[in-house]
């Protein structure tokens, strides 16, 4: 049986300084999200089903990338899923991957991620359950001291009806039947408005692809 607990949660006025841990910025996040913003912009009603989702997934996996090799991460693809990966100085690793959030990404309600994972990121889990022991006594995740280890996801979600972006930063740690269902720490980024400059507000609280096995999300048209 796998092991759960309480996720430690940082809401998103603390999340600059829990960002720091993984070498990221708010200016770093609001460029992530232009690029999303961009890509939104480009995609009409006229394209495939899934343009969005995937277009989503290749520019957020890329963009992720570019900031993080700046600080020595590494570029991973484990079993077909794109992450990317440091090594720490306590001998253990901390990997980070993207994928797609249900409506509950970036709230106070647990979320799920929106699309069926495969068999790495149920390794990153096993992954996390194995250091689970060693960190339930650290301190909260907004902590500066906090040693940050295992396997994340950063959760996007496309919401449509609020035209709204929605992120956080978390820990899964457990799985059902392909999806993510729960999570050991969550960080909370900002939600970010559509078809506004971009800025990193705190505002209240679909359609993204991650592994290549994911099933691809439907956009809707523009107009719609």
Same mark, same amino acid.
């Given at each position: 049986? +796998?092991?759960?607990?309480? /996720? ?23 460029? %992530? ?18 343009? @969005?989702?995937? $277009? ?8 992720? $990338? ?20 440091? +090594?720490?100085?306590?001998? +253990? ?17 647990? /979320? ?17 359950? %194995?250091?689970?022991? %060693? ?19 950063? %959760? ?9 972006? $929605? ?11 392909? +999806? ?5 720490? @969550? ?38």
């Amino acid at each position: 049986m +796998q092991k759960t607990q309480q /996720p430690s949660f940082t809401t998103s006025d603390n999340a600059i300084d829990a960002l720091k841990a993984f070498d990221l910025t708010n200016d770093d996040i609001d460029d %992530l999200v232009q690029v999303l913003q961009e890509v939104d912009a480009q995609v009409r009603g006229s394209h495939p089903k899934g343009t @969005r989702g995937t $277009r989503y997934w290749h520019e957020a996996v890329s963009t992720l $990338r570019e900031k993080l090799l700046a600080h020595g991460w590494l570029p991973v693809d484990h079993k077909n899923q794109p992450r990317v990966m440091k +090594q720490l100085t306590n001998g +253990q690793s901390l990997s980070l991957t993207v994928s797609s959030g249900d409506k509950n990404t970036g709230t106070n309600n647990t /979320p799920k991620t929106k699309n069926l994972k495969g068999s790495s990121t149920k390794s990153g889990i096993d992954y996390n359950q %194995l250091t689970l022991d %060693l960190e339930h006594n650290l301190p909260t995740i907004g902590a500066k001291d906090k040693d940050i280890t295992g396997f994340w996801i950063l %959760l996007v979600h496309h919401d449509e009806s609020n035209e709204e972006i $929605r992120l956080e930063l978390s820990k899964p740690n457990n799985y059902i039947k392909g +999806q993510v269902t729960s999570w050991q720490d @969550r960080i909370i980024l900002p939600c970010y408005k559509l078809n506004q400059d971009i800025e990193f507000s705190i505002g209240e609280y679909d359609n993204f692809v991650n592994d290549a096995i994911d099933i691809p999300v439907n956009p809707k048209a523009k107009n719609e």
